[in-house]
């Protein structure tokens, strides 16, 4: 099983990014997937997840409005698209993939299969 997240960059603040986290090995159909992020000194975050019933989403608060997570399945793709960036947006940006349960969807310890990161970096 492999997660590979790519889309990552260089940007202004207030620009956008969209990235993006392609599965080899592993069908996302019936996993949730989620974005999570990592700035330097800090612990990892959660971001952003989509479930694979009915397609919900779950955003954190501070990218709620900005951030939107979608997915193609026939691809096997999940995206992140990132819109009006800020400098503390800045992190390494990982996919990651499980059969996570609701109460646990911003918990990084639910999923299972994790993507190697992205840089993501905001200039201000």
């Known amino acids: 099983v492999q997660l590979q997240a790519s889309g990552g960059g260089l940007v202004q603040a207030g620009g956008s990014l969209r990235l993006s986290c392609a599965a080899s090995?592993?069908?996302?159909?019936?996993?949730?997937t989620g974005w999570f992020r990592q700035a330097p000194g800090k612990e990892r975050e959660f971001v952003a997840a989509?479930?694979?019933?009915?397609?919900?989403?779950f955003y954190a608060d501070s990218v709620k409005g900005r951030f939107a997570i979608s997915r193609d399945n026939a691809e096997n793709t999940v995206y992140l698209q990132m819109n009006s960036l800020k400098p503390e947006d800045s992190a390494v940006y990982y996919c990651?993939?499980?059969?996570?349960?609701?109460?646990?969807?911003?918990?990084?310890?639910?999923?299972?299969?994790w993507g190697q990161g992205t840089q993501v970096t905001v200039s201000s």
């Open positions: 990651a993939a499980g059969g996570v349960i609701l109460s646990a969807i911003r918990n990084a310890d639910g999923y299972r299969y």
């Open positions: 989509i479930r694979w019933s009915g397609g919900t989403t």
């Open positions: 090995g592993l069908s996302f159909r019936g996993h949730t």
